[in-house]
């Protein structure tokens, strides 16, 4: 069943975000906030398909840690899910993005007009201070900074190296950092075919303190994040597998 489930998702979503791209494109000539509400419209409809076909609900704790205002969300990564939950829960979030996916067609046309922040993994010190520059921007608008501190998605119980974005664009700014952990990967994996009935937690943490050094910061950030995580798995019946490390270069620190 869960089989037949993944294969009728897979008919329903990719075309449905195929023909959502195609019918989108003349937003590109307006306002980005058009676009980014709908994207939103995107997502909830994509949300929708995964309910009713695979089964998958969704529960949300601690919305009450979210500030007013522009503040980062940092963001476990383990599913494609987690691209999409941030745009219905925040209001017009703007995501921290690998540069190569505005080559998609249709959809990198959409993506760059509704104003995410593009970074060039490989670019080191200049990728941090672009993403400092634009985040400034998306912050003094009073919106969301959405940052996978991992940098790429994960398997359940695999550890990665976290990314300085997050503490690079904190210390720069002064915004808030809310991080946030999921147990997605338990029933929508990294590159899974599979998606498997049951409930998804995506759980909001409080803020982390204000004034933490860089290296302070990125330390109290993973170790909230992945200790949450690995309780929302507990919690589900589903142990973490033991942690696996999967070293990836940091870029180096702006200047």
């Not at 998702?9 to 980014?36: E, V």
């Not at 929708?48 to 979210?66: K, M, S």
């Not at 809310?178 to 990967?185: H, K, L, Y």
Request: hydrophobic residues 45%; charged residues 20%.
């Amino acid at each position: 069943m869960t089989y037949l489930r993944s294969v009728v998702f897979n008919l329903f979503f990719f075309p449905f975000t195929a023909l959502i791209c195609l019918f989108g494109q003349p937003l590109r000539l307006g306002r980005p906030h058009w676009t980014r509400l709908y994207v939103r419209y995107w997502a909830m409809g994509a949300m929708a398909i995964v309910r009713i076909v695979c089964g998958i609900r969704i529960r949300i704790e601690g919305r009450e840690n979210l500030p007013d205002g522009g503040f980062i969300l940092a963001a476990k990564h383990q599913s494609a899910f987690d691209t999409m939950i941030w745009l219905m829960v925040l209001r017009q979030p703007c995501y921290v993005l690998k540069q190569e996916l505005l080559d998609l067609p249709l959809w990198g046309g959409l993506a760059r007009h509704s104003g995410i922040i593009a970074v060039d993994r490989g670019a080191g010190a200049s990728a941090l201070r672009g993403l400092v520059k634009q985040g400034r921007e998306v912050l003094a608008e009073g919106r969301a900074v959405v940052i996978f501190p991992e940098g790429t998605r994960t398997l359940p119980g695999e550890r990665v190296a976290y990314q300085p974005g997050v503490a690079a664009l904190a210390t720069a700014t002064g915004a808030i950092v809310v991080p946030a952990a999921t147990d997605s990967g338990r029933l929508w994996g990294r590159r899974a075919f599979w998606k498997t009935p049951g409930t998804i937690t995506v759980s909001i943490l409080p803020p982390l303190p204000a004034g933490l050094r860089r290296e302070a910061m990125m330390t109290m950030m993973e170790n909230v994040i992945e200790t949450r995580t690995a309780e929302l798995f507990e919690m589900s019946g589903h142990a973490t597998p033991n942690s696996t490390h999967r070293q990836e270069k940091r870029p180096a620190p702006a200047a």
